[in-house]
């Protein structure tokens, strides 16, 4: 988790690029039988290192499969992220079926999250892209 964590601050500062050789080789030596709260975490943030919409999509997904590996609530709170974004990816790629249903998704899953600054956050975030992908704050 130090590694992956040390990408991420990287990622977030700005060298996109490093990062996603980073992240490549983190999902290499984990394996897909690796560990799945790692390969989620790697997956997660490789998307955001993607120039291609199909490519961050692609990454998207494998952070969700990943995620189904987990087990107990902790776990819970990774999905309204995962499904968010899914719904931006799916959204970007002109999939706006798919789009709707995963925010439908990522807004059923915040009842996990707690009153705190992270699902402050997400819950913000989910109500601003059902703003763009429905034009209100509550899917119908």
Request: proline share 6%; glycine share 16%.
């Given at each position: 988790m130090t590694r992956i964590?040390?990408?991420v601050m990287l990622l977030h500062g700005g060298d996109r690029e490093?990062?996603?050789n980073r992240f490549a080789a983190l999902w290499e030596q984990i394996g897909e039988d690796?560990?799945?709260l790692h390969r989620c975490m790697v997956a997660h943030h490789m998307a955001d290192t993607q120039d291609d919409p199909e490519d961050e999509l692609d990454w998207d997904v494998r952070a969700l499969r990943a995620a189904s590996g987990m087990s107990g609530e902790a776990a819970r709170g990774f999905y309204p992220s995962l499904h968010l974004n899914l719904a931006?990816?799916?959204w970007r790629v002109g999939e706006e079926r798919m789009a709707l249903s995963h925010l439908g998704r990522?807004?059923?899953f915040c009842s996990a999250?707690?009153?705190d600054a992270y699902g402050d956050r997400i819950r913000a975030a989910v109500g601003r892209m059902e703003l763009r992908l429905t034009g209100s704050d509550q899917l119908p």
């Open positions: 964590g040390q990408v490093e990062a996603r690796g560990d799945p931006a990816s799916y990522a807004r059923e999250l707690g009153e």
